[in-house]
């Protein structure tokens, strides 16, 4: 016992304290060479009293400037040491939870570089591991861009951030119901503030970075001591959600904006509301004070913009000049003194969500829901530059560093991004970005793969290279469905414009766009024969298309509602679809009629498959069920229950005997079609599953999850063969027919192509 404790210790020591040493013996050399030993990195990641983060700053021992006239000093082996650096911070998050990451991660984000230290520290890597999904390209954010560190924690939208003076520290509040405290500077979370019932959607810091406030959809707010992380008091008297909080620069005096239409100001050194402003005639949505305290703003639903005198507790004037919603405020005395309209500032392309000002009131920064953030100069009343923030639907907040050097943006997910105004640009997003590769297509030859993206765009993929080939651009929305011929000539995609499009990907073209729905288009479908091509829209509608003749041949109109899902035989015969009034229907693609509708479900119909020879069918529903269809005899053969969740995605097995399902109950069931049971349940996810494919020898599956990650399982030993964790939730995937190559499309926009090596 006593000789595994001193080997522990030894380990311990030697892991921990080796580079420092011999930086401090002048051993440079050697140095570089532990720092890029990946048998040293692993032992250290994995190692449960080190970590990650011990080794992240065991390449900071470089950054001492006496080295830099070392005659060992490297100029390019330091970059190298930089470089993995940066991937290892950059995977923190990842490795923290589960270290045996270490080899996807690396590999996903120092394939870019050349150096012969990082290549050879890769494919040392990659011998490490006996199974493993590699990345074919770079498929994760690279180290030595904007982003430096992901900050994870929340488990619900961000709602709400401010950032202290000194730059420091930041403070978040989430739907989640949680504040969470982050050290900027480590990238970490130091601690998370408890005690709201509901979602907190306004905080704010005091000057001296003592005190925070937050607001709450409980109706109260909360008043937290930052040094001992702990709650000081509640502050009641709103009857409606607390929307927005301001603390002055003082600290002694705090205002909040409710959905009950008032503002309260409250006594912080006593924690008792002083008084009431009332006047506003709807939700009262953003309130800003003064640097002398004397003035306080507010913005409302009700259109208007009201200026209060805080030391008599009345209304001064009303601005009203809005035509909409006022969501956010910030203020300069020297704008309120006439109480009058100075200019307008035009060029957002939407409803503008957050605003906030420099200290010197100079420059005012604004976010919208356009996806933008701008910079104005204030004195000249015009637009400096934008900051494009992504994604226009999620815009929330946005704070300002007290030097005016940053910025941070908040969107209604679990994320917040970091801007440099001095550099125009992101310095690093703080939790995952988002943006949406929704379809996902592998040509029949597995040399292709297609996919598509809420960026309006196709790309086309080398399989066998790993390599992007080229990119589609044409539709003007977001592209929902695709589908590839099975000679791998042309490709069809469904598009949020309500269109469809051909394409040809031998001379890299459009053919022809094929117009008639009129809305979405979520699915698509082509023939073996790649003659025909069904197409499935929001308009309730199925429209069968003539590709040889570039028309359309007929629409079925019979759906009264949504339809989510479609299949289609493989002999191009039959098509079945699945909508939102929980119906099926199944078709005559050569009569152009409905055969017969089936119902049975309880709630709508979003995943449906065929097997290959067009007999039986099998649909997930919103009601947590699966049911197997006699598509000869129109009627169901039995259901399938054991989800306690919805039913998202199902695939069939080729020869027709399993099923799988997945489920945002955070599993997968197995399912034998010849006997209607459950065969089990795959349950290693943490999340949702919102994807699911299984090898044309029914031996995989493969589940993508919210969660971020991608499984393999090994359906015969029931066990999870390979995982992969990337940067935001995977959506849709699909493997090849001889199961080595899996192509999975994320949130973020990336399209992994991982190769499945054992």
């Known amino acids: 016992m006593m000789r595994k404790i001193a080997k522990s210790y030894q380990q311990k020591a030697y892991l921990g304290r080796f580079p420092y040493n011999l930086v401090e013996s002048g051993n440079l050399a050697k140095y570089y060479n532990c720092l890029t030993d990946f048998g040293f990195l692993a032992a250290k990641v994995n190692h449960p009293e080190l970590g990650v983060q011990a080794l992240i700053e065991d390449y900071d021992l470089i950054d001492d400037a006496e080295l830099l006239t070392h005659p060992e000093y490297n100029e ?6 930089k470089l993995i650096q940066g991937a290892l911070r950059l995977s923190a998050h990842i490795l923290a939870q589960d270290s045996t990451q270490l080899v996807e991660q690396l590999w996903g984000r120092l394939l870019y570089f050349e150096m012969p230290e990082i290549q050879s520290l890769l494919e040392v890597a990659r011998q490490s591991k006996t199974t493993g999904l590699r990345a074919l390209i770079p498929n994760l954010t690279p180290p030595g861009g904007r982003l430096i560190r992901t900050l994870t924690g929340h488990s619900n939208w961000v709602s709400a951030v401010a950032i202290a003076n000194d730059g420091k520290l930041a403070i978040s509040g989430s739907h989640d119901t949680t504040l969470k405290i982050w050290n900027l500077e480590k990238g970490k979370e130091l601690f998370t503030l408890t005690g709201h019932r509901k979602s907190v959607n306004a905080v704010a810091i005091s ?3 003592k005190l925070a406030i937050s607001g709450s959809d409980d109706k109260t707010l909360k008043v937290w001591n930052l040094a001992e992380g702990k709650e000081l008091f509640t502050l009641t008297g709103h009857r409606k959600s607390v929307n927005a909080v301001a603390i002055s620069s003082d600290g002694k005096l705090a205002i909040s904006g409710s959905d009950d239409k008032t503002l309260k100001v409250w006594n912080l050194a006593e924690g008792k509301e002083l008084f009431t402003l009332t006047g506003h005639r709807k939700s009262v949505n953003a309130v800003a004070i003064s640097s002398d305290g004397k003035l306080a703003i507010s913005g409302s639903d ?5 200026v209060w005198n805080l030391a008599e507790g009345k209304e001064l004037f009303t601005l009203s000049d809005h035509l909409s919603w006022v969501r956010a405020v910030a203020m300069t005395i020297w704008k309120l003194v006439k ?10 392309l939407s409803e ?4 906030t000002l420099t200290s010197d009131g100079k420059l005012a920064i604004s976010m919208s829901c356009d996806g933008t953030i701008k910079v104005w100069n204030l004195a000249e009343g015009k637009e400096l530059f934008t900051l494009a923030a992504g994604d226009s639907d999620w815009a929330s907040q946005v704070a300002l560093a007290s030097d005016d050097t940053l910025v941070i943006s908040v969107r209604l997910d679990t994320r917040m991004k970091v801007w440099s105004l001095a550099e125009r640009k992101e310095l690093f997003t703080l939790a995952a970005p988002s943006g949406i590769v929704s379809a996902v297509a592998i040509s029949s030859d597995c040399k292709l793969a297609i996919s598509g993206s809420g960026d309006k765009t196709l790309k086309v993929w080398n399989l066998v290279e790993g390599k992007e080939l080229f990119t589609l651009s044409g539709h003007s929305e977001w592209v929902r469905a695709v589908a590839i011929s099975s000679d791998g000539k042309l490709a069809i995609s469904g598009s949020g414009d309500n269109t469809l499009k051909v394409w040809n990907l031998v001379e890299r073209k459009e ?11 979520d699915a698509v479908a082509i023939s073996s024969d790649g003659k025909l091509a069904i197409s499935v829209s929001w308009d309730n509608t199925l429209t069968i298309w003539n590709l040889v003749e570039r028309k359309e041949l007929f629409t079925l109109t019979d759906h009264s509602k949504w339809v989510y899902a479609v299949a289609i035989s493989s002999d191009g015969k039959l098509a079945i679809s699945g909508d939102d009034d929980a119906m099926l229907k199944v078709w005559n693609l050569a009569e152009r009629k409905e055969l017969f509708t089936l119902s049975g479900h309880s709630k709508w119909v979003g995943a449906v498959a065929l097997t290959s020879d067009g007999k039986l069918a099998i649909s997930g529903s919103g009601d947590k069920t699966l049911k197997v269809w006699n598509l000869v005899e129109g009627k169901e053969l039995f259901t399938l229950s054991g989800h306690s969740d919805r039913v998202n995605a199902v695939a069939i097995s080729s020869d027709g005997k399993l099923a ?3 489920s945002w109950d955070n599993t997968l069931k197995v399912w034998n079609l010849v006997e209607g049971k459950e065969l089990f349940t795959l349950s ?4 949702r599953v919102n994807a699911v494919a299984i090898s044309s020898d029914g031996k995989l599956a493969i589940s993508g999850l919210s969660d971020n990650t991608l499984k393999v399982w090994n359906l015969v030993t029931r066990e999870i063969i390979a995982s992969f964790v990337g940067e935001s939730p995977i959506l849709c995937c699909a493997v090849t027919p001889d199961g080595v190559t899996i192509v999975a499309g994320d949130a973020s926009g990336r399209v992994h192509f991982l190769r499945l090596e054992c």
């Open 302 to 306: 009700d259109k208007t913009l009201k």
């Open 660 to 662: 799988i399902s997945g």
């Open 511 to 521: 053919l022809f766009t094929l117009s008639g729905h009129s809305k979405w288009v």
């Open 684 to 687: 290693g996810h943490s999340d």
């Open 76 to 81: 390019e082996k330091v970059k190298s040491l």
């Open 352 to 355: 503008v969500k957050a605003v």
């Open 339 to 348: 109480g009058k309209e100075l200019f307008t500032l035009t060029g957002h």
């Open 207 to 209: 000057s001296d970075g």
